[in-house]
């Protein structure tokens, strides 16, 4: 089911919401204080293309630099992004079997709002780092 809702991605909105991103990353990329937005955003170009069967995650050690650099790509590309993705996701509601991939966009949303401080994960990663729980186990040792 998720190779067929991502090729649908693809084809009706993936495929133009990625552009989108490269586009400012590479406009971010031509100063030096931006290449770090720039990576970001081809980060999420990566993540628009394909993303049913991963998810974006908080970073545990995002700190203020996180912070100042969300405000920065706010101003600069975020809303932007933002409201492409408001827009398809609109569109895409309209039609029944567009639905998923609306809500998929409306899930992105805050990524391309703030995507500093955040990473994505496999599904299948992120239930195995669920399920090991905060402390890895040793061999031998017991389930508490």
């Given at each position: 089911?998720?190779f067929v809702?991502n090729v ?7 495929i133009?919401?990625s552009i989108g991103?490269v586009i ?8 030096i204080?931006?290449i770090p937005?720039?990576i970001a955003?081809?980060r ?5 293309l ?6 974006i ?8 630099a996180?912070a100042?650099?969300n ?5 600069l590309a ?5 409201i ?5 996701g ?7 079997i567009g639905?998923?991939?609306?809500i998929?966009?409306?899930k ?5 709002l ?21 402390y890895?186990?040793?061999?031998g040792?017991g389930t508490?």
């Open positions: 089911m998720r809702l649908l991605w693809l084809v009706l909105s993936g133009w919401l991103y400012a990353g590479v406009l971010l990329c031509l100063t204080i931006g937005f720039g955003a081809f999420i170009a990566n993540y628009a394909w993303p049913f069967g991963r998810t995650i908080r970073t545990e050690s995002a700190g203020v996180s100042i650099g405000v920065l790509w706010f101003v975020g809303l932007w992004l933002a492409a993705h408001a827009l398809s609109v569109a895409l509601c309209v039609t029944i639905i998923p991939l609306g998929a966009n409306f992105m949303i805050p990524v391309s703030l995507p500093l401080g955040r990473t994505i994960v496999d599904n299948d990663d992120l239930r195995a780092a669920y399920t090991a729980g905060p890895p186990r040793q061999p040792q508490m």
